[in-house]
């Protein structure tokens, strides 16, 4: 297996590399480096946890001159944090390299502190496509001496509706860049766009089940729409994870789901494009920090997301393609890590599944959650309205005749109340105070029970 020295990075970055515990290249940094160190454009087709970052931050570190001033890399992410993190990256391995400086430009952010520091030397920039364009349109970021330009996670930005920006933005570097397009999926979007601006790329792929298989046990559990949420929960009890991601379709959903969990007494919280940046970062801290056990997420808001300590990840909506699933689950079993993806599938998503385990050539293991399954789930509905129907058959007529005795009983007790005077008033009133006492008791009792009743199945629900 080849090193960083023999793919051609210098000593310098080579032991800053083994500071950060990086030793050995992976896959698609072993076939990319190569073809970028030559100055040719390259299509990386992989799954972010490969390590394609740095596939394209080590040869830009390669090739940019630090006594130059003026802009020559930029990187564009689809979301903010995935900028940062990028950002973070390249900052471990540009601290002992004089003269270079490296900055984040995204939106959310305060705009008079991102002008303050574009004054400076920033040979490299990392930012959204919106906030890019801002600042070009203000001229605070000029790319004609751009000579390297970064997609990273393209079908993101493009499925976002970020092709007009990333247009704007590769026609304002000079013709003559190399362009480096790295994406988890290749729809014919990306590819219609590789082949508008791109001069005969380099195509490079890393299989998928490759990465998805080796290090992450798979499960699926069979439920139904209604009792999704008892599903979780109870996979909760069972597998109890330490760090869990939990994936959802919507951002509607992902909010819902992440409100009846906090209910149940979970430590959760939601991250989607609905808020505000400043939210997002505290959640991602938070998440870090692992002070938040279980992060619910859609896949736009989770994409490029490297935390570590990852240990489950439940797909409580199935995603629709085989990308799309194993860039979900490939946020567990990171760096050697074991990790296990559990994914959620009602009768209408069979077919989804089947694309699934096609395309990741694994029939993945089947399970219901005991005492939960919609076989038992049904006996438990039966067996509730039996109950109901014998009670209406036996118990109705005897409740209404009791509770017609007594309605006389205290319209009687009334009239002697108010013919009586006296005494015999005072005596009435006792005796009244004690049925009446009988009577709240027994009311009392059946509104316990009814209560506990109630507090029982809204935990089940």
């Known amino acids: 297996m080849q090193n960083f020295l023999q793919l051609g990075i210098r000593d310098e970055i080579n032991n800053l590399l083994k500071e950060n515990g990086i030793f050995t290249p992976t896959p698609i940094q072993q076939q990319a480096i190569p073809h970028l160190l030559e100055g040719k454009d390259v299509i990386g087709k992989a799954q972010t946890g490969t390590g394609k970052t740095l596939a394209f931050v080590l040869p830009i570190l390669e090739k940019i001159n630090p006594d130059k001033p003026e802009i020559q890399a930029i990187i564009v992410t689809p979301t903010r944090e995935l900028a940062l993190q990028v950002t973070a990256e390249v900052k471990k391995l540009v601290a002992k390299i004089d003269k270079l400086n490296v900055l984040a430009v995204y939106g959310g952010q305060d705009v008079e502190k991102q002008l303050h520091k574009l004054k400076g030397n920033n040979q490299i920039i990392v930012g959204t496509p919106g906030r890019i364009i801002d ?126 969990l906090q209910e149940r007494g979970l430590i959760s919280d939601e991250l989607h494009g609905d808020l505000s940046q400043a939210k997002r970062e505290q959640v991602m801290r938070r998440f870090r920090e692992m002070k938040i056990q279980f992060l619910i997420a859609t896949d736009v808001a989770a994409r490029g997301l490297d935390v570590e300590g990852v240990t489950h990840v439940f797909n409580y909506d199935i995603p629709q393609d085989v990308e799309s699933y194993v860039h979900r689950i490939g946020r567990t079993g990171r760096a050697g890590e074991k990790g296990l993806a559990i994914t959620f599938v009602a009768q209408k998503d069979r077919m989804a599944l089947n694309q699934i385990e096609k395309g990741i050539n694994l029939s993945i293991k089947k399970e219901k959650v005991e005492g939960h399954s919609t076989v038992q789930r049904s006996n438990q509905s039966k067996r509730t309205n039996s109950k109901k129907s014998s009670a209406g058959k036996f118990g109705n007529k005897n409740n209404k005749s009791n509770g017609n005795k007594e309605q006389k009983g205290k319209k009687g007790e009334t009239r002697k109340g108010e013919s009586r005077r006296g005494a015999g008033r005072n005596s009435t009133k006792s005796s009244g105070k004690k049925n009446d006492t009988k009577t709240s008791n027994r009311m009392n009792n059946k509104n316990n029970k009814r209560s506990n009743g109630k507090q029982k199945r809204n935990s089940y629900r």
Request: with cysteine; proline share 3%.
């Open 135 to 260: 600042h070009l349109g203000r001229g605070t970021i000029k790319l004609n001496q751009v000579s390297m330009l970064v997609l990273d996670e393209a079908d993101q930005m493009l499925h976002i509706g970020f092709l007009s920006e990333v247009e704007e933005i590769i026609q304002r570097t000079p013709s003559t860049r190399q362009t480096m397009l790295f994406s988890a999926t290749m729809p014919q979007q990306v590819r219609s766009l590789a082949n508008r601006y791109m001069r005969k790329p380099e195509d490079i792929r890393v299989k998928d089940t490759e990465i998805t298989v080796k290090d992450i046990k798979q499960i699926v559990i069979e439920t139904t729409d209604r009792a999704k949420e008892e599903a979780l929960i109870s996979t909760i009890e069972k597998f109890r994870p330490f760090l869990a991601i939990i994936f959802c379709r919507t951002k509607r959903r992902a909010s819902k789901l992440n409100e009846a």
